[in-house]
């Protein structure tokens, strides 16, 4: 047709033209280009094309998203590319800083709300000790504590397991990962309690290491890796590549067992003695670097530490200022070389309230209350790993602020003078000994000035995402005065999830239509309605089906799974097909598509919602296949 014929052309056009493209493939939905240069390609003039929905960039592809049309629009756009002629180049591949916040953000995302809750459940727990509601030696107060403070305790564990599903990792293995990097005997303050170095390894330099233990012979230079995030991080996706080797060369009698236990046996030896020296090297540079510095430039050293703090948290590199912290308390009475950190707690929360005032997105304002609140207890992770890490450049006025308060306080040469305490309960800590309150005012101005520039800074450069308003899920009222509903039944049993939290902006804004979301239990899918398959893809992993009432389904099994290309999944139908409710579809592998790094989050959703006054998915945890999913409202 003419109509796909100029939309061809002026896609070819803004994309920078056919010398641009290396590849073309499309699935069920959307055109997926392999370009040289995605910079030349005009995002915003071909959202605004009539026929396109949206543009997505996702693992080095250039998507454009078109809807149910797109073979129609890619038949015309083939022509025009003359790819067989084409000289092989390889794609350019995500940036190493997406790549990470790709990485960090999917690991974290499961417990974000865990994180602020227990966060907020630490700070309120130090208020009312402050408040003197109850002692701090009492047994509420310690159970209290306990669940405020577990979580971060072990956020091995935690991490182990999420990090596990985003590698490919068998979850179980992941988690024992975890666990087995926060036991006990192998911390490094655990370790060294009582206990005599058998030596010390780079004597004389700053990278002196006392050795407690080895490894057959070899040294460990241990620390304590409860409460990190990088290194098991690290030790997992090693472990995940483990896995993968061993599956491959394991007899199938014994895999059951033994490819767990030669890849934990592999994975963990290796990370003691290359993550935790890394890590502890690390920090030990930066530390005595600050310390150099300071000798120079105060304010320069607390510039440098307030603007990095937060980074240094993430990668695990914070630790090495903590001997120095320790030392300064013990052997001077207070610590200024460590404190002007103490400006990124408040620059965090001044950001997240910004955001929150800012922001129309609905899911991103009901996490900032509650980071904001946790942040200003001094529990600033689920606002960095959630809320400012994703977003990219409000982390980066986080640090910048940070870095301006911490500059301040490096000036005015601020100290703590004892341990204990975070976020606004540490401001008892640094009233000087004498009783003077001058140390207690830089804090107070420190952070006063630290969160007005964070503040205004986010006020002004932020922006929401573009997002199609969601559906009213209120069914009972909007059911009183309905005309006519269909009920379209789940196709998959799993968890229940809104559309609008699915890891793929095509889906989750609505531009392909309403509807509802399953992270499957089994790898089974079931006919939602009475129709016929009017779309069957040839990687089948994805069906599309015309109900016999007009109501157009797209099933979408996972995410990006058109790139494994067939592999995993098994159709007991064909396009044409009359099915009934209830018919067995499709079968899909599930553990394949999760080893092969694909997310399984699979939406169900009506392509011509807009012909109907709604669609109403239904409210729960969990779905049966054959249970109602949702309601179409005409």
Known sequence: ??????????????????????????????????????????????????????????????????????????????????????????????????????????????????MAACGMVKGFNTLFVVMGLYPDTCGGYMILNAIGDGLFTFLPVFLGYTSAKKFGLKPMVGLAVGAIMCYPAIQS?????????????????????????????????????????????????????????????????????FVPMLTLMISLPVGFLLIGPVATFGSKLIAETVIAIRDFSPLLAGGIVGLTWQILVIFGLHW????????????????????????????????????????????????????????????????IYGILVPLKKPFVISCIAGGIGGAFYGAFNFRKFMMGGMGIFEFPAMIAPDGSIDNLIVAITGVIITMIIAFVMTMISFKDKEETEKPDTNTETKEENLIQKDDIISPISGTLMKLEDVQDGAFSTGALGKGAAILPEEGMVYAPVNGVVTTLFPTLHAIGITSDEGVEVLIHIGLDTVQLHGEGFEAFVKQGDHIEKGQKLIQFDM?????????????????????????LPENKETIMHGENLMHIIR
């Open 591 to 615: 553990e394949a598509i999760t080893k092969a790094g694909y997310c399984i989050e699979t939406p169900i959703v009506i392509t011509n919602s807009a012909n109907f006054m709604d669609v």
């Open 189 to 257: 303050s655990m370790i060294s309690n009582g206990m005599e170095p058998l030596y010390t390894m780079f004597e004389g330099t700053m990278f002196a290491s006392p050795v407690y233990i080895d490894f057959f012979g070899i040294p460990v230079i241990s620390m304590d890796y409860t409460s990190t995030v990088i290194p098991v991080i690290f030790i997992v996706y090693f472990a995940s590549k483990c896995e993968k080797l061993f599956s491959k060369i394991v007899p199938d009698l014994v895999k059951f067992f």
């Open 320 to 383: 090495g200022f903590i001997p120095v912290y320790i030392n300064n308390i013990v052997t001077y009475g207070f610590d200024n070389v460590m404190m002007p950190f103490f400006a990124c707690t408040f620059a965090t929360s001044a950001v997240v309230a910004a955001i929150f005032i800012k922001t129309k997105n609905k899911k991103l304002k009901e996490m900032c209350l509650p980071n904001f609140i946790s942040g200003i207890f001094g529990v600033t992770e689920p606002a």
């Open 1 to 114: 047709m003419k109509k796909y014929q100029e939309l061809a052309k002026e896609i070819v056009k803004q994309v920078g033209g056919k010398d641009n493209v290396i590849s073309l493939t499309h699935c069920i939905t959307r055109l997926r280009f392999k370009l040289k240069d995605e910079n030349i390609a005009n995002d915003e003039v071909i959202k605004g094309m009539d026929g396109v929905v949206t543009v997505m960039k996702s693992g080095g592809q250039y998507q454009i998203v078109i809807g149910n049309q797109v073979a129609n629009v890619y038949e015309e756009v083939m022509p025009l590319l003359n790819l067989q002629n084409s000289e092989p180049v390889h794609a350019k591949k995500q940036k190493p800083l997406d790549q990470f916040i790709d990485i960090i953000s999917g690991i974290f995302q499961p417990i974000l709300g865990l």
